[in-house]
C-alpha cells in the first residue's frame, strides 16, 4: 500500500526551495524537505533524496522538471527511511520514472509490506503535534523488488564522491548521506532544524537544533551515537529532513551543543519510548 491521506500540517516554508550547494537543492513540502542532489545543465545524473509527504508526487515532479528540465529522471531515488513523510509519494515517482530505489537492509521490512513501524507515541513530551501523531501512518508501503539495499561498503551506485552512514535510533535503517571532498551532510532526521512536536514552531519553521521527532524514535541511545557519529565528520553544511538548511558556524556549534546536551534536549522524560519506561 501507499499511504494515500492528506496529512494537514504545514509551514511557512511549503514550496520554498534552497540551493545549498550548486549541486544540493532542498525543497520544503509542507513540513519536511526533499533533497535534489545533482548539478542542473551536466549530463551527469541526478538523485531525489526522500520523497516527502503523501500527495506530493505532482509538486516534485514540477520542482525536478524546472530544475533540470523535461525528460530528465533522476538516477535513482534515495531514502534517508520510511517513515510516511519521507515516502509518501516514492511509489508513484519511481514507476513514473522506472528508477531504482535505494535503502538500508534494516529499512526494507517497512518498504516491501512485511511489517508496519512502531506506532508513534501521542503521549510523548512535547506539543501539539507530537498529541497529533496519532494520526500519523505507520504502515508498511510495498515497493516490490523496485527497492534494493544500499551496498555494505557505504557507497551509492552511480553517485562517486558520496557515501552512506547508518545512523539508527528514530528508525533501524536510518541513513544519513556524506561526501567528503566539501563536507556535504544530507541528514534525514538523524537530527533536525526544528523542534518537530511543537505546532508554533513548525509552522514558523523555528530554527532550533535538535535530536529526531519523539514521536517516532524508538532508541533513543541509537540515536544518541548516530548524532555523536555524525558531529565528528564535522560537516559544513547539512540539510535536515526538517527545518531550514544549517551551516557555518551555526551548524558546527549547534550539533557540538547538541552532542553535548543530548539527553536533556532531545530525549523525552516520558512517553512510551522515553528510556524511563524500558
Known amino acids: 500500500m501507499e499511504h494515500q491521506d492528506f496529512i494537514p500540517v504545514t509551514s511557512i516554508d511549503s514550496g520554498v526551495g534552497q540551493e545549498v550547494r550548486p549541486d544540493i537543492y532542498c525543497f520544503c513540502i509542507q513540513v519536511v524537505n526533499v533533497c535534489f542532489a545533482g548539478k542542473p545543465g551536466e549530463k551527469t545524473g541526478w538523485f531525489l533524496v526522500d520523497t516527502g509527504m503523501p500527495k506530493s508526487a505532482d509538486v516534485i515532479l514540477s520542482e525536478a ?83 534494493k539495499a544500499l551496498p555494505s561498503d557505504g557507497s551509492i551506485p552511480d553517485m562517486p564522491g558520496w557515501r552512506w552512514i547508518h545512523t539508527p535510533g528514530h528508525s533501524p535503517g536510518h541513513v544519513s548521506f556524506f561526501r567528503d571532498a566539501d563536507r556535504s551532510l544530507i541528514a534525514g532526521d538523524a537530527f533536525i532544524n526544528v523542534k518537530q512536536d511543537s505546532l508554533f514552531n513548525v509552522l514558523l519553521q523555528a530554527q532550533e537544533i535538535n535530536g529526531p521527532p519523539r514521536y517516532f524514535t524508538t532508541d533513543w541511545q541509537a540515536a544518541r551515537e548516530s548524532v ?16 531550514l538548511p544549517l551551516s557555518g558556524e551555526q551548524l558546527s556549534s549547534g550539533l557540538r551543543w547538541l552532542t553535548e546536551h543530548f539527553d536533556q534536549v532531545a530525549v523525552p522524560d516520558y512517553g512510551k519510548y522515553s528510556p524511563v519506561h524500558q
Open 228 to 243: 555523536q557519529k555524525l558531529e565528528a565528520l564535522h560537516p559544513a553544511v547539512a540539510v535536515t529532513g526538517h527545518g
Open 65 to 147: 522538471e524546472q530544475r533540470f528540465g523535461q525528460d530528465h529522471p533522476p538516477a535513482a531515488i534515495l531514502l534517508t527511511h520510511g517513515h510516511f513523510d519521507h515516502v509518501g509519494a516514492v511509489l508513484e515517482l519511481s514507476k513514473h520514472w522506472d528508477v531504482p530505489v535505494y535503502a538500508h537492509e534494516r529499512e526494507l521490512p517497512y518498504l516491501t509490506g512485511k511489517s508496519p513501524y512502531p506506532e508513534p507515541d501521542p503521549t510523548v513530551e512535547g506539543g501539539l503535534v507530537a498529541k497529533m501523531s496519532r494520526m500519523f501512518p505507520n504502515e508498511a508501503i510495498n515497493l516490490g523488488d523496485r527497492v
